[in-house]
Protein backbone atom coordinates (compact mmCIF):
# COMPACT_ATOMS: atom_id res chain seq x y z
CA UNK A 1 0.00 0.00 0.00
CA UNK A 2 0.95 3.62 -0.34
CA UNK A 3 0.79 6.82 1.41
CA UNK A 4 -1.52 9.62 0.46
CA UNK A 5 -1.19 12.52 2.92
CA UNK A 6 -4.31 14.81 3.09
CA UNK A 7 -5.34 17.60 5.83
CA UNK A 8 -7.05 16.78 8.52
CA UNK A 9 -9.17 19.29 10.71
CA UNK A 10 -7.33 22.52 12.83
CA UNK A 11 -4.51 21.74 10.74
CA UNK A 12 -3.68 18.49 11.10
CA UNK A 13 -1.95 16.26 8.94
CA UNK A 14 -3.37 12.72 7.96
CA UNK A 15 -1.65 10.14 5.78
CA UNK A 16 -4.30 7.80 4.59
CA UNK A 17 -2.73 4.03 3.47
CA UNK A 18 -4.78 3.09 0.31
CA UNK A 19 -3.96 0.28 -2.46
CA UNK A 20 -5.33 1.57 -5.98
CA UNK A 21 -4.76 -1.45 -7.62
CA UNK A 22 -6.78 -3.57 -5.07
CA UNK A 23 -8.96 -0.93 -4.39
CA UNK A 24 -8.32 -0.90 -0.66
CA UNK A 25 -8.54 1.80 2.03
CA UNK A 26 -6.23 1.16 5.57
CA UNK A 27 -7.84 3.36 8.53
CA UNK A 28 -5.97 4.16 11.15
CA UNK A 29 -8.04 4.29 14.53
CA UNK A 30 -10.63 7.33 14.31
CA UNK A 31 -8.45 8.35 10.98
CA UNK A 32 -11.21 8.72 8.52
CA UNK A 33 -12.96 11.23 10.93
CA UNK A 34 -10.35 13.26 11.49
CA UNK A 35 -10.11 14.11 7.11
CA UNK A 36 -11.05 17.68 6.57
CA UNK A 37 -13.83 18.42 3.97
CA UNK A 38 -11.48 19.17 1.72
CA UNK A 39 -9.95 16.01 2.06
CA UNK A 40 -12.86 14.16 1.71
CA UNK A 41 -13.77 15.12 -1.69
CA UNK A 42 -10.48 14.54 -2.88
CA UNK A 43 -10.77 11.22 -1.90
CA UNK A 44 -13.81 10.58 -3.63
CA UNK A 45 -11.74 12.42 -6.85
CA UNK A 46 -8.69 9.90 -6.41
CA UNK A 47 -11.91 6.96 -6.07
CA UNK A 48 -13.12 7.67 -9.34
CA UNK A 49 -9.85 7.99 -11.25
CA UNK A 50 -9.12 5.09 -10.29
CA UNK A 51 -12.69 3.48 -11.22
CA UNK A 52 -11.24 2.34 -14.78
CA UNK A 53 -7.98 0.68 -13.40
CA UNK A 54 -6.96 -3.13 -13.48
CA UNK A 55 -8.14 -4.96 -10.11
CA UNK A 56 -5.60 -6.72 -8.47
CA UNK A 57 -6.98 -9.82 -6.51
CA UNK A 58 -7.41 -8.87 -2.74
CA UNK A 59 -5.60 -11.35 -0.24
CA UNK A 60 -8.37 -13.98 1.44
CA UNK A 61 -6.52 -13.46 5.07
CA UNK A 62 -5.48 -9.77 5.07
CA UNK A 63 -3.15 -8.76 7.79
CA UNK A 64 -2.70 -5.51 9.98
CA UNK A 65 0.03 -3.22 8.29
CA UNK A 66 0.56 -2.35 12.60
CA UNK A 67 0.96 -5.30 14.50
CA UNK A 68 0.65 -8.03 11.54
CA UNK A 69 -1.97 -9.97 13.37
CA UNK A 70 -5.23 -11.55 11.30
CA UNK A 71 -7.87 -8.88 10.11
CA UNK A 72 -11.44 -9.87 11.33
CA UNK A 73 -14.44 -9.63 8.66
CA UNK A 74 -16.73 -7.10 10.09
CA UNK A 75 -20.29 -6.46 9.34
CA UNK A 76 -22.24 -3.25 10.19
CA UNK A 77 -24.98 -0.92 8.89
CA UNK A 78 -25.32 2.73 8.10
CA UNK A 79 -28.65 3.52 8.37
CA UNK A 80 -30.04 0.86 5.93
CA UNK A 81 -27.36 -0.08 3.70
CA UNK A 82 -24.87 -2.85 5.17
CA UNK A 83 -21.09 -2.77 4.84
CA UNK A 84 -18.34 -4.50 5.55
CA UNK A 85 -14.68 -4.20 6.44
CA UNK A 86 -11.40 -6.16 8.09
CA UNK A 87 -11.08 -4.73 11.65
CA UNK A 88 -7.67 -5.09 13.64
CA UNK A 89 -8.69 -7.24 17.10
CA UNK A 90 -5.88 -5.12 18.82
CA UNK A 91 -7.42 -1.84 17.31
CA UNK A 92 -5.26 -0.40 15.40
CA UNK A 93 -7.47 0.16 12.45
CA UNK A 94 -9.43 -1.13 9.57
CA UNK A 95 -9.07 -2.23 6.10
CA UNK A 96 -12.03 -1.18 3.56
CA UNK A 97 -12.79 -1.46 -0.03
CA UNK A 98 -13.26 1.55 -2.22
CA UNK A 99 -16.78 0.16 -2.56
CA UNK A 100 -17.88 -0.34 0.78
CA UNK A 101 -16.58 3.03 1.74
CA UNK A 102 -19.24 4.64 -0.80
CA UNK A 103 -21.57 2.57 0.81
CA UNK A 104 -20.96 3.25 4.33
CA UNK A 105 -21.46 6.96 3.25
CA UNK A 106 -24.64 6.52 2.14
CA UNK A 107 -23.66 7.38 -1.92
CA UNK A 108 -24.54 3.80 -3.48
CA UNK A 109 -28.14 2.17 -4.16
CA UNK A 110 -29.21 -1.23 -6.24
CA UNK A 111 -30.16 -0.93 -9.84
CA UNK A 112 -34.05 -0.43 -9.40
CA UNK A 113 -35.80 -3.35 -11.76
CA UNK A 114 -36.35 -1.40 -14.84
CA UNK A 115 -33.23 -0.52 -15.29
CA UNK A 116 -31.62 -3.94 -14.65
CA UNK A 117 -34.05 -4.67 -17.57
CA UNK A 118 -32.92 -1.73 -19.61
CA UNK A 119 -29.33 -2.83 -18.89
CA UNK A 120 -30.05 -6.60 -19.75
CA UNK A 121 -31.43 -5.52 -22.95
CA UNK A 122 -28.25 -3.92 -24.08
CA UNK A 123 -25.43 -5.72 -22.56
CA UNK A 124 -24.74 -9.38 -21.69
CA UNK A 125 -22.60 -9.26 -17.83
CA UNK A 126 -20.93 -6.64 -16.26
CA UNK A 127 -18.40 -6.75 -13.95
CA UNK A 128 -19.31 -6.78 -10.14
CA UNK A 129 -18.63 -3.22 -8.85
CA UNK A 130 -17.43 -4.83 -5.24
CA UNK A 131 -15.11 -7.66 -6.34
CA UNK A 132 -14.68 -6.94 -10.44
CA UNK A 133 -16.29 -10.80 -10.89
CA UNK A 134 -18.61 -10.84 -14.20
CA UNK A 135 -22.25 -10.48 -13.49
CA UNK A 136 -24.19 -12.56 -15.93
CA UNK A 137 -27.14 -10.40 -16.77
CA UNK A 138 -29.34 -13.66 -17.71
CA UNK A 139 -28.98 -15.32 -15.03
CA UNK A 140 -29.72 -12.67 -12.39
CA UNK A 141 -28.76 -9.49 -11.03
CA UNK A 142 -26.81 -10.50 -8.09
CA UNK A 143 -22.78 -11.00 -8.09
CA UNK A 144 -22.31 -15.12 -7.97
CA UNK A 145 -19.39 -14.74 -6.21
CA UNK A 146 -19.75 -12.36 -3.40
CA UNK A 147 -23.41 -11.49 -3.60
CA UNK A 148 -23.66 -8.11 -3.97
CA UNK A 149 -26.55 -6.35 -6.11
CA UNK A 150 -25.80 -4.48 -9.04
CA UNK A 151 -25.65 -0.94 -8.16
CA UNK A 152 -25.37 2.64 -9.02
CA UNK A 153 -23.90 5.95 -7.85
CA UNK A 154 -26.72 7.59 -5.86
CA UNK A 155 -25.82 11.44 -7.40
CA UNK A 156 -28.63 12.87 -5.47
CA UNK A 157 -26.99 12.01 -2.27
CA UNK A 158 -23.83 12.66 -3.79
CA UNK A 159 -24.81 15.86 -4.88
CA UNK A 160 -25.98 17.22 -1.57
CA UNK A 161 -23.52 15.73 0.08
CA UNK A 162 -20.38 17.62 -2.02
CA UNK A 163 -22.56 20.79 -1.82
CA UNK A 164 -22.24 20.45 2.29
CA UNK A 165 -18.52 19.61 2.05
CA UNK A 166 -17.53 22.30 -0.01
CA UNK A 167 -19.53 24.89 2.11
CA UNK A 168 -17.79 23.48 5.36
CA UNK A 169 -14.00 23.74 3.72
CA UNK A 170 -14.41 27.40 2.62
CA UNK A 171 -17.07 29.03 4.92
CA UNK A 172 -16.01 32.08 4.10
CA UNK A 173 -15.99 31.59 0.30
CA UNK A 174 -19.24 31.98 -1.90
CA UNK A 175 -20.55 28.56 -2.99
CA UNK A 176 -19.34 28.79 -6.95
CA UNK A 177 -22.70 29.55 -8.45
CA UNK A 178 -22.63 26.93 -11.44
CA UNK A 179 -21.75 23.88 -8.74
CA UNK A 180 -25.32 22.83 -8.52
CA UNK A 181 -25.92 22.86 -12.68
CA UNK A 182 -22.21 20.79 -12.73
CA UNK A 183 -23.37 18.22 -9.90
CA UNK A 184 -26.88 18.32 -12.01
CA UNK A 185 -25.83 17.61 -15.25
CA UNK A 186 -23.19 14.62 -13.68
CA UNK A 187 -26.71 13.34 -12.03
CA UNK A 188 -28.37 13.12 -14.89
CA UNK A 189 -25.32 11.35 -16.88
CA UNK A 190 -25.70 8.35 -14.79
CA UNK A 191 -29.53 8.56 -14.44
CA UNK A 192 -30.10 8.78 -18.08
CA UNK A 193 -27.48 6.25 -19.07
CA UNK A 194 -29.87 3.51 -18.64
CA UNK A 195 -32.57 5.15 -21.52
CA UNK A 196 -30.17 6.14 -23.63
CA UNK A 197 -27.37 3.70 -24.35
CA UNK A 198 -27.76 4.51 -28.33
CA UNK A 199 -27.27 7.99 -28.08
CA UNK A 200 -24.24 7.65 -25.27
CA UNK A 201 -21.81 4.73 -26.71
CA UNK A 202 -19.43 5.65 -24.55
CA UNK A 203 -21.27 4.37 -21.18
CA UNK A 204 -21.19 1.29 -22.26
CA UNK A 205 -17.92 1.44 -22.52
CA UNK A 206 -17.39 2.95 -18.89
CA UNK A 207 -19.51 0.22 -17.53
CA UNK A 208 -17.71 -2.33 -19.31
CA UNK A 209 -14.38 -1.56 -18.15
CA UNK A 210 -15.29 0.18 -14.55
CA UNK A 211 -18.55 -1.48 -13.66
CA UNK A 212 -21.90 0.33 -12.86
CA UNK A 213 -20.84 2.32 -9.68
CA UNK A 214 -17.03 2.37 -11.65
CA UNK A 215 -18.51 4.79 -14.80
CA UNK A 216 -20.86 6.88 -12.23
CA UNK A 217 -17.68 7.90 -10.49
CA UNK A 218 -15.76 8.42 -13.36
CA UNK A 219 -18.68 11.07 -14.52
CA UNK A 220 -18.28 12.78 -10.43
CA UNK A 221 -14.69 12.40 -11.01
CA UNK A 222 -14.79 14.67 -14.26
CA UNK A 223 -17.37 16.75 -12.95
CA UNK A 224 -15.15 17.70 -9.25
CA UNK A 225 -11.80 18.46 -11.53
CA UNK A 226 -14.19 20.88 -13.92
CA UNK A 227 -16.06 22.54 -10.47
CA UNK A 228 -12.14 22.80 -9.00
CA UNK A 229 -10.64 24.39 -12.37
Known amino acids: ?57 VS ?15 HDKQRNTPFQYWRCPQGHGRLITFFD ?48 PLSMLDMEQTKQLITQLRQADQPDRPVDPTLPLQLERARREVET ?9 GWLRDISSSGIVGAGL ?5 WLDKSSG
Do not use: Y
Open 193 to 201: AFASFEREP
Open 101 to 148: FLREKNFIRPLSPAQVEELRRNVQSVNCSNCGAPVDLGRGSLCSHCGS
Open 218 to 222: RALAR
Open 1 to 57: MSSQALEGRLGTSVSIDLCPACRLLWFDQHESLQLSPGSTLKLFRLIGEQAAARRAP
Open 60 to 74: TEPHCPRCGEDLRPT
